[in-house]
């Protein structure tokens, strides 16, 4: 059975834009992108999740980069902010409006805790400053489990569903959902166990406490390549490249679902121009590095730098995607 859920809704998220984007803006020389005396100090990077995490990943990939190719004069300590999905630091940037010496990651996560309901603010709350990609979800399984792979899953779950305890951040749930609604299974009686990040969510698999996980490819790529885990299925619009080439995809075994995960920056509401428009241009020129890019082939992301109105399209496409999914699934609050 096919999911009804449309194909040129998802379509924005799972295939993202291919094009990097050059901004005028980016003829910096260490640090001068947004021109004036900012940044005078040094600036913190939040991963608003744990170690391990795709956020932490990130934010991480970007600061090393961004200190390598020399872009930046100031420090950049990165800090660990785990808490409600994002949603616990989200709201202290919300209230740190007009500030300028903190950014952090986001991504769909924002969105979708938003969505459901269980955290007052999403982007258009704070101040989003670019996206940098997408990533494709997976879910994957430990090597000594008894869900080696997808027909494995799937009978299991039209067995039933609350026997299979999956490990997922709450805002992760949605592609899982839509998988089980277009296979006739009622996502209600799904076991969703929260598990904040890749790391944790590892950790449970390994130990027994989850049958399976999901999250973004990044996340168990090392474990994948150790052989602890073992990938069941992914929700890319098509299949993935080597290594990882040989993993279903959804849309491939009958079912119409396809999902990715945009990740960007965004910093406290109401961020001075000055500072949107410094890193809008650091950003600009950290996409087009070797050393970045290196880490978006690695990590089988696809490049989406986007800022200003076009990223402000992407992201309000990205949120009617989320609420056409929550009322699909009914994974609200």
């Known amino acids: 059975m096919k999911s009804s859920f449309p194909r040129k809704v998802v379509a924005p998220l799972a295939m993202g834009a291919t094009a990097l984007l050059a901004l005028s803006a980016c003829g910096s020389d260490g640090g001068s992108a947004g021109g004036g005396d900012y940044p005078a100090q040094p600036i913190n990077v939040t991963a608003p999740a744990e170690p391990g995490s795709g956020w932490d990943t990130t934010a991480r990939a970007m600061v090393s980069s961004l200190e390598e ?24 940037m919300v209230g740190m409006s007009g500030e300028d010496t903190d950014i952090a990651i986001t991504s769909l996560a924002s969105q979708t805790m938003n969505q459901r309901g269980l955290c007052e603010h999403g982007p258009s709350d704070a101040t989003m400053i670019a996206t940098l990609y997408t990533e494709n979800f997976i879910v994957v399984a430990s090597a000594d489990g008894e869900i080696g792979d997808f027909d494995d899953l799937m009978t299991a779950l039209e067995d039933d569903p609350g026997s299979v305890p999956l490990a997922a951040a709450g805002d992760d749930r949605l592609p899982f959902a839509l998988l089980a609604d277009a296979a006739g299974i009622d996502p209600a009686d799904i076991r969703f166990v929260d598990y904040e990040g890749g790391g944790e969510q590892t950790n449970a698999l390994l130990n027994g406490d989850a049958a399976v996980a999901i999250a973004g490819l990044s996340e168990f790529r090392g474990v994948l390549e150790s052989g602890d885990l073992v990938p069941i299925v992914s929700f890319a619009p098509e299949t993935l490249e080597a290594p990882f080439d040989s993993v279903p995809i959804a849309v491939d075994e009958g079912y119409d679902v396809a999902l990715a995960n945009w990740r960007g920056v965004y910093g406290p509401a109401d961020m001075p121009e000055e500072a949107v428009s410094y890193w809008e241009g650091v950003l600009g020129e950290l996409v087009e590095t070797a050393s970045w890019q290196d880490t978006v ?3 089988q992301w696809t490049p989406l730098f986007q800022t200003g109105e076009e990223m402000a399209t992407y992201i309000d496409e990205a949120d009617q995607t989320v609420a056409d999914g929550v009322e699909k699934t009914a994974i609200g609050s």
């Open 69 to 92: 190719e020399g872009l930046t004069d100031v420090p950049l300590p990165v800090q660990n902010q785990p808490g409600g999905t994002g949603c616990s630091w989200l709201t202290q």
């Open 297 to 299: 082939e690695s990590n």
